[in-house]
Each structure stands twice: as C-alpha cells, then as structure tokens.
C-alpha cells in the first residue's frame, strides 16, 4: 500500500518533471506550424504575479511554467462607485450583465448610468512579448483575474494548459481573456477559459498571421448572462485583416453567440471541434471572411451559422460535398454532423480556391470521433490524454437540422434580444448618440444590417463598409480596449 503510494507518487512526479523539462508539449500544427515559442529556454517558474508580469513581457525567450495558481485580483485596486450603464439586453437584473463604461467609449450611450464596482486588474490584459511558451503544469496553471494581450508586432508566442478565469464576469467589458492585435505565429493549445466579462477570444483589427487554436475549452456557463440565460454571448470574435486561423478540436459549450462572429478579411479553417448547448448563434462569417467547416459537430446549436447581412464566403462541408474539396485541396473534406440544431448550409467553393498557404500537420477525423474525443481533450489538465478514443457519438444522425430546439420563450427559436451588435439592439439609444460613429468609422454603416444591428458590436466602430483601413475607434487615451 505504502510502496505503491510510493510508486504513484514518483510516476506522477516523473510526469510532471518531464513536462517541465521540455515545457511545451507537442508541437505547432495548422497556420501556427513553426511557432516555437521560448524554444529550448531552460522552463523556469514565476515566483509570483510580479515576476510573471515581468518575465511575460521582457525582451528574453522563455518557457513560463505555470505551476500554480496567479491571483490578480485585488492588485490594481478596486474600482468602486464607478460609471456602468444597464443595456436593454439585461432584463433580468442581477443574474444580466450591467456594462463598464470605458474610457473614451461611448457605448452606453443613453443606457441608464448606474455606479458599480469591479477589479481593475482584469480590465487590461497581462502583455505577452515575442518568444515566449507560457505552460500550465498538469491542472495546476491557473491565471485568475486577468488576461493575455498579444499586440504590436509580437510573433511566436504559445499559450498551453492554462486556465484563465474570474475577469469581472459580471460586466461587459470587465475583461477579455485573450486578445491579438497584430502579430504573427500564435499556437494557443488547451487552454480552458470561463466566467469572462468581455470576449474569451479576440483578434483584431491589425493582422494576426498564422494563429492555431487547438484543444481548447470555452465554458459559457456564468451566472450573469448577456443574454439572460445563464450562458455566455461573448465568445470568439476574428476581427482582424488577413489573419489565417486554424480553429481545431475546440470543445464550446453553453453559449449564446460569437462562437465564433468572423469579419474582415481573415481565413479560418475550423474542423473537429464540439459545440454543445449554444442558444444562440455559432459562425456569424462577415465581409470578406472565409471560412471552411468541416468535420465538426454541434449538438443543441440554436443557429449554427447566423445569416450575416454582409456575409462573407463559407463552405461547410455535408455529406454530399465531402468530394468537392479533392480536386482544389488534393483531398476530400470531411462532413460536419448536426443534432437537435439548425442548419449550416453554405458551399461557397471560393473558400477552397483562394485557400492560403502554410497550414500544415492537419488532420480531419471522421465527426463520429469528435464528440467523444474533444470532452476527453480539451481544455486544461488533459495534455497526456492523447488523441482521444475512437468511441462513437450515439445515433449520430446524417447531416441537417433535426427539430430546431425551441427557445425559453415558447415555440419560436430563441433569439437574442440583440442579434450580432451587442445587447439592447432591439431598444438602440438613437444614432445620433453614439459619438463613435464620428471617431471611429470613416464612412456610412452598411445598409441592410440585421434588424436590430444598428450599432458596434464591440463598442469600437462600427462595420467597416469595404473592410478597408484601420479603426482603432475609441481607444481612448488607453488605446487598448478596442472589443
Ligand atoms: C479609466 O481610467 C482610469 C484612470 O486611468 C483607470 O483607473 C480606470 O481603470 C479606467 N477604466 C476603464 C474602464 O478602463
Ligand atoms: C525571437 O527569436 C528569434 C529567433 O531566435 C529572433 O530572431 C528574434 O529577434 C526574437 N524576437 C524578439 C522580439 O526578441
Ligand atoms: C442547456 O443549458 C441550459 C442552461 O445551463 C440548461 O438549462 C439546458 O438544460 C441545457 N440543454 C441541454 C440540451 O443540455
Ligand atoms: C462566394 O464568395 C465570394 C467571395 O469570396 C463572393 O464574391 C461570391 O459572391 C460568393 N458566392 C455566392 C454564391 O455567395
Ligand atoms: C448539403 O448541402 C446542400 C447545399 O446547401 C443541400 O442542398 C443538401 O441538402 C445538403 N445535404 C445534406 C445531406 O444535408
Ligand atoms: C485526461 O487525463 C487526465 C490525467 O490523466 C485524467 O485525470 C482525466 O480524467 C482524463 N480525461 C478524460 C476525459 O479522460
């Protein structure tokens, strides 16, 4: 009994010195193939959030093992009785989402003001500098309080087996637990992330070239639900021009949009991820975006691609298309496959011909496997899981919606009170309101918006009538809170 503690014990320990001697596990696939992060850097471990703040953002190559809990919470101050406003989207009080009022924004426009206290360590993000690994040990590696901001030019970062959590969840725009804004080579690889104020995801405006996604759990479930529910809104959002994404065996459950809203002139080829639960919309694909979707499963995905106004080009692969992919790929997509959601058809083949280089080591399982294989995978604690079992999804039906799910109203599929722009859209504070409109774009909003659209979905400038130029809308003298 004893001996064999004994053993476990030193097994386990083995494990977690052999991934600390290496950091990183496995390496860089899709876009992000190549991307090394801190390299061969000896793995060291911060001491405190002092010194992971500063070994996160210097000038040398490192592989930062997260091997514990770092608490931001608390260490830039409260602030209390501060400017919030209440959107039209939180109707159900304390269990909605009330919304920080940022500098220079003026999103709330003639929302109600209410005062409201939140942390102000998670309004920011912690910056990243180029040549970094920054790994979780075992289950460990948990950042609370605050998120990564990955800007300016930084290349070769990886982000693996942490859990980011607790930014002001209660308040949008309280936080956003990963943001890229011009960068290159990014592999973020299973990460977990949950109870965010903002976006769990975000990317934009500047180029994010040759970023992976991979293994990844994006848990909406929050007590203080945009979208009164009890799930998240905020989820993935691609903003940025020319970004080339691969989006792959990502486990998103419990949302309630953007998982995930794609705009301006990005590539994303999303396959073998698992949504589950999402009351709302998954892929929004706007202007000049393209998207190929395949070997995916959604499970209860109230609308699996949302009809964008200004869509861009998306190709989601079913069973009648697998073959079409042989001829510009030189292989046959895989279909995704739909339960208890509605329907994701759209084969715009300009996805393939136009489909960008340098996305290697890819993969596509049969969506059989996916379901199974991404709980067992995704997220944090779980690198040694392998690729997962082989074990089927039960009566996994062909392709195609099987009885949309009805909404906590009734019958009618639930839809948000704001469709895409962000929460309240059904009762917008009039135009002429919204001072952004002048600062931050540079020409009309386009027509035809989805009814109930009229205003910026991230409280920056609105949709960018040709997807061209650079809006960095309110930034305000922070200039950083642009979603
Ligand atoms: C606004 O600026 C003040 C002063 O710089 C800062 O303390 C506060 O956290 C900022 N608030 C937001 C929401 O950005
Ligand atoms: C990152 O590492 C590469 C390869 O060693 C080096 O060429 C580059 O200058 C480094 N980047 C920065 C910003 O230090
Ligand atoms: C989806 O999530 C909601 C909220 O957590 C829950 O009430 C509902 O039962 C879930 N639906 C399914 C099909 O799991
Ligand atoms: C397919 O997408 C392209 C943009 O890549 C667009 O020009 C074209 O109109 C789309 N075709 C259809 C049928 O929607
Ligand atoms: C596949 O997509 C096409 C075009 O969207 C649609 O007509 C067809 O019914 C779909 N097939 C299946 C099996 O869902
Ligand atoms: C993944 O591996 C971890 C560590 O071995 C284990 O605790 C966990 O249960 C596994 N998860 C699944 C879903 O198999």
């Known amino acids: 009994m004893t001996l064999l503690r004994h053993l476990l014990t030193a097994t386990a320990l083995l494990g977690a010195s052999a991934q600390a001697a290496t950091g990183v ?13 801190g390299g061969s850097a000896k793995a060291a471990a911060p001491s405190d959030i002092t010194e992971l703040t500063t070994w996160l953002s210097d000038s040398t190559p490192r592989v930062i093992l997260i091997d514990k809990e770092f608490n ?3 260490s830039e101050g409260t602030c209390s009785d501060c400017e919030c406003c209440k959107p039209s989207s939180n109707t ?4 909605g989402q009330n919304a920080v009022k940022q500098n220079g924004s003026d999103w709330c426009g003639s929302y109600p003001s209410l005062t409201c206290t939140y942390d102000n360590a998670a309004i920011e993000g912690l ?14 590696g948990v950042i609370r309080g605050k998120g990564l901001r990955l800007v300016n030019g930084v290349s070769n970062i990886i982000i693996q087996n942490i859990h980011i959590t607790q930014l002001n969840p209660e308040f949008i725009w309280g936080g956003d637990a990963i943001t890229l804004d011009g960068t290159n080579n990014v592999w973020i690889d299973h990460v977990k992330i949950n109870l965010i104020g903002r976006q769990m ?13 991979s293994n990844s759990e994006f848990d909406g479930q929050t007590s203080w639900s945009a979208t009164c529910n009890g799930h998240h809104y905020w989820t993935v959002l691609g903003y940025g021009h020319n970004d080339q994404v691969t ?33 709302g919309h998954a892929f ?4 000049n975006t393209r998207a190929l979707i395949e070997g995916n499963v959604m499970v ?11 869509p861009g080009a998306v190709f989601a692969v079913n069973s009648s298309d697998v073959a079409t992919c042989t001829k510009a790929l030189g292989r046959a997509c895989v279909a995704n496959t739909l339960i208890s959601s509605g329907s994701l058809a759209s084969t715009n083949s300009s996805v393939l011909s136009s489909y960008p280089s340098g996305e290697s080591g890819v993969t596509v399982k049969s969506a059989s496997q996916v379901a199974s294989s991404v709980r067992a995978n995704a997220g944090i604690g779980k690198l040694g899981n392998g690729s997962g079992s082989s074990s089927t999804v039960a009566a996994v039906a062909a392709t195609s919606a099987v009885a949309k799910r009805a909404g906590p109203d009734g019958d009618a599929p639930f839809v948000p009170a704001f469709s895409e722009a962000g929460p309240g859209a059904s009762a917008v504070p009039s135009q002429a309101s919204w001072s952004w409109r002048q600062v931050g774009t540079n020409g009309p909003v386009p027509s035809g918006t989805p009814s109930g659209a009229p205003f910026a979905p991230f409280g920056g400038p609105g949709p960018q009538p040709s997807g061209h130029g650079k809006h960095h809308g309110h930034h305000g003298h922070h200039g950083h809170q642009g979603f």
């Open 284 to 287: 929004d694909v706007g202007e």
């Open 127 to 140: 910056e990243v500098a180029s040549n970094k690994s920054i790994v979780g040990v075992g289950s460990s």
């Open 25 to 37: 596990t496995g390496s860089a696939f899709g876009f992000a193939t190549g991307t090394t992060g």
């Open 92 to 95: 159900c009080g304390s269990s």
């Open 201 to 213: 995801f975000v990317a934009g405006y500047e180029p994010s070239h040759h970023v992976t996604i």
């Open 72 to 74: 931001f919470i608390g």
């Open 247 to 279: 989006f792959a065996n990502n486990y998103l459950h419990h949302t309630s949009g953007r998982s995930p809203k794609l705009e301006f002139n990005s590539f994303w080829h999303a396959y073998n991820n698992y949504w589950y639960n999402n009351s």
């Open 300 to 310: 209860d995905v109230n609308i699996p691609l949302l009809a964008d106004s200004n």
